[in-house]
């Protein structure tokens, strides 16, 4: 508590919750420098110090794989009035053993997804498929993907956080600098741009602004 309040004291309108790089594999696949334990988010210990965010009012930024995600399910309902972020739609994986199964990998991924979306206090970002930790390998290659070749092949993973948490709790990021081993700023927002061509002024506002704005409790000037 004495760094929360440190921190919120040097910069109180500008620090909005912690964010936690949580991702372990048994398989040792790793994709961040930080090495986090198995099974972090059940800890007692952790939870005793997560229980402080709603003191302050800080949300918590998760950073996982997707086989964790129910972990961070039974966390976000044992926590409801803390509101948690879902970074990069939950890191589903495609390289080391998961490489060539990419379906399987998806239907789990949908399945905790759905569920997760279960709690209300959780939002999620869409974006960081460009990690090569994902598998899509464009980073490999000698031309970088189009907006419309992203928009494809992103659209079943985004529209299904849509669908399953609607526009009210998604918004896009970039995960720049990290992506940009694999295309560039403004291929990436023009491919976003592509995935949600159909959906109304409203929701589009939702996705690209409103959710952060409420989400961080951001305001202008």
């Known amino acids: 508590m004495p760094v929360l309040e440190a921190q919120l004291e040097a910069s109180p309108t500008r620090l909005r919750g912690i964010r936690h790089m949580l991702c372990w594999d048994a398989s040792g696949l790793q994709c961040v420098r930080t090495l986090p334990p198995p099974g972090l988010l059940l800890d007692a210990t952790f939870r005793e110090g997560f229980a402080c965010l709603q003191r302050y009012g800080l949300s918590f930024e998760a950073w996982l794989y997707y086989a964790q995600l129910p972990d961070l399910i039974d966390l976000a309902r044992a926590f409801p009035e803390i509101t948690i972020v879902l970074n990069h739609i939950g890191g589903p994986l495609g390289t080391g053993p998961y490489a060539g199964y990419r379906a399987a990998v998806f239907k789990s991924w949908q399945h905790y997804i759905a569920s997760l979306a279960t709690c209300p206090n959780v939002v999620v970002k869409l974006g960081g498929l460009g ?31 849509i669908e399953q948490f609607g526009v009210e709790r998604c918004m896009f990021e970039s995960n720049f600098p990290v992506d940009k081993i694999s295309y560039s700023y403004g291929v990436l927002w023009n491919a976003f741009k592509l995935l949600v061509a159909d959906l109304s002024p409203g929701e589009k506002t939702a996705l690209f602004h409103d959710t952060a704005v409420r989400t961080y409790r951001l305001t202008a000037g």
């Open 131 to 161: 990690m090569p930790a994902c598998g899509f390998g464009w980073h490999e290659r000698p031309v970088p993907p189009g907006s419309a070749e992203l928009a494809e092949a992103m659209k079943p993973y985004y529209l299904w956080c």
